[in-house]
């Protein structure tokens, strides 16, 4: 169990560039769920997989928002356009087909817009 | 849509105290995580816990379902318990979704 990994882990972009945020889930882990932290709250649902389908959507991912998962494996997040209020932490976690032991979380990406 | 409250929002304690923090939730749901995050972000589960109380080490989790809260508590608390402690519920279409509360920041001071 090599846990949750994203990248990058911090990420600097100027105002109205797109940027691309990737996790590897556990890869027993079918389940995959993204989620997005600004200072001081807790995580907010943005996403979830269930191997390569994309079965629950927030209103927060707004249409500059996109997240695949092609192979049912990794899984990418694309803010196109970014703007100052797209700066937050952007979590990724996963889970085994049943929720039973819960979520695992990874590190987190960082996003800065300037 | 559901909402989860934590209280206290702030606390801190001196080295080898005890606390408990709360966590109620609004609907009945179908279960409940307590996460800790640490000063690097990483959030780390301490519990899953839909009923019923577990016990890890110094950590131990109360989740009363019936009257919608939850229980955490830390006895000898050290510094390394310092962070933000999140109560989770889980909710959506599928039950896979997680709503967290707001967090209760704990510093632990030597």
């Known amino acids: 169990d090599t846990g949750v990994s994203q990248n990058p882990r911090h990420k600097i972009t100027k105002r109205g560039q797109n940027v691309t945020f990737r996790c590897d889930p556990i890869?027993?882990?079918?389940?995959l769920y993204w989620y997005r932290q600004t200072l001081g709250q807790g995580p907010e649902f943005l996403t979830y997989?269930?191997?390569?389908?994309?079965?629950?959507k927030s209103r927060l991912l707004s249409d500059r928002f996109s997240a695949e998962r092609p192979k049912g494996s990794f899984s990418t997040l694309e803010i196109q356009r970014t703007e100052q209020g797209d700066s937050a932490m952007y979590l990724c976690?996963?889970?085994?087909?049943?929720?039973?032991?819960?979520?695992?979380f990874g590190s987190g990406t960082r996003l800065t817009v300037v | 849509g559901i909402q989860v409250e934590q209280s206290p929002p702030d606390l801190i304690l001196q080295e080898g105290a005890n606390s408990t923090l709360r966590c109620n939730f609004s609907?009945?749901?179908?279960?409940l995580q307590w996460f800790h995050q640490n000063p690097w972000g990483q959030l780390i589960n301490l519990f899953y816990?839909?009923?019923g109380t577990k016990q890890n080490g110094r950590l131990s989790a109360t989740t009363v379902a019936t009257e919608r809260y939850s229980l955490l508590y830390i006895s000898s608390s050290q510094t390394t318990d310092s962070g933000v402690y999140f109560c989770?519920?889980?909710?959506?279409?599928?039950?896979?979704?997680?709503?967290f509360g707001g967090g209760t920041r704990l510093m632990v001071k030597p």
């Open positions: 976690a996963s889970s085994r087909p049943t929720v039973v032991y819960g979520y695992t």
């Open positions: 890869s027993e882990h079918n389940r």
């Open positions: 997989f269930q191997n390569e389908a994309q079965l629950e």
């Open positions: 609907d009945s749901v179908n279960n």
């Open positions: 816990i839909p009923s």
């Open positions: 989770a519920v889980f909710s959506g279409n599928a039950g896979n979704m997680l709503t």
